[in-house]
């Protein structure tokens, strides 16, 4: 096994990378301007010289904000990227890895008996904003394209980067008191987890679409608290809704993702969230 990876950089990609040398797998990793996802030649004789058995692309346009404003550029990076990728795989039969995100839902969630489940691999699709409809067109290509693919959507990630529990932390040294939205609920997932889901699933063959997220749920407000707790920082949090903290890009109001495709293959490794956010913290201590 080789694996090749894109958006190294990135926090996804730098646990990625810290974990397949732990585990003595051979790989190297490419991010731009090196490995531009946008230039179809680059990246095949890039792919070429290489030569992976696995790619696993962790490069995205994932400021969701700014894809509202640059909707070319997030379908070039985030949709004609992927489809790209899936060619070169499909043609050099190399096994493709694509992340994607729980924004490819509507965000409303899935109400069965007047109660709102989570999100499955089955349920379908339907994007509100750019940054979804860009990442359900890559999911597309990729599905359509090359057989030999993983598509895993995850949500609410943190790592080695820029991320909500940093914002949270420095905001906290800045000033007396916080407001935190409290009606956008979801799962706080860990690269950590996330990472080493990945890494399980390929040494596998069974190809196919995987939800990939930290168990449990909780709001911003919520996750915010648990921040501060685990951190022993003692700081007033305000809860608020998403009306009063308007952004360019509408967040999903429910975006809990179930990892029921590794569950039935009894491969879901993910910790509860509280658990892998403490180990976070410690680590960054």
């Known amino acids: 096994m080789k694996v090749l990876l894109t958006g190294s950089n990135g926090q996804l990609g730098r646990e990625l990378t810290r974990q397949l040398t732990k585990k003595k797998i051979n790989h190297v990793g490419y991010d731009i301007p090196e490995f531009d996802i946008t230039d179809k030649a680059k990246m095949t004789g890039i792919i070429a010289k290489e030569q992976p058995t696995v790619i696993i692309n962790c490069g995205a346009l994932t400021n969701v904000d700014g894809c509202e404003t640059q909707k070319e550029l997030a379908m070039a990076i985030n949709a004609a990227g992927p489809k790209s990728l899936a060619e070169i795989a499909r043609d050099q039969d190399i096994v493709l890895v694509q992340v994607s995100t729980d924004y490819v839902f509507d965000g409303g969630g899935i109400t ?24 359900a067109a890559g999911e597309k290509a990729v599905l359509e394209i090359t057989p030999k693919h993983f598509i895993i959507r995850t949500a609410w990630l943190y790592g080695d980067g820029n991320n909500f529990v940093k914002t949270m932390l420095e905001l906290a040294s800045k000033h007396p008191k916080l407001t935190v939205v409290n009606d956008q609920v979801g799962s706080p997932t860990s690269t950590v987890d996330l990472a080493a889901a990945i890494i399980d699933l390929i040494h596998t063959d069974y190809y196919g679409t995987y939800h990939g997220t930290c168990q ?3 709001s911003w407000y919520d996750f915010a608290l648990e921040i501060f707790r685990l951190s022993g920082i003692e700081i007033p949090v305000e809860p608020v809704t998403s009306e009063e903290f308007v952004r360019p890009a509408p967040r ?8 029921k495709a590794l569950n039935d293959l009894k491969m879901n490794n993910f910790r509860p969230w509280q658990i892998s956010l403490a180990e976070y913290l410690k680590d960054l201590k």
């Open 252 to 259: 999903p109001k429910y975006s809990v993702l179930e990892n």
């Open 216 to 218: 449990g749920q909780c």
């Open 112 to 135: 069965i008996n007047g109660a709102l489940r989570p999100y499955v691999e089955s349920d379908p699709i339907d994007p509100k904003t750019v940054y979804g409809e860009s990442k």
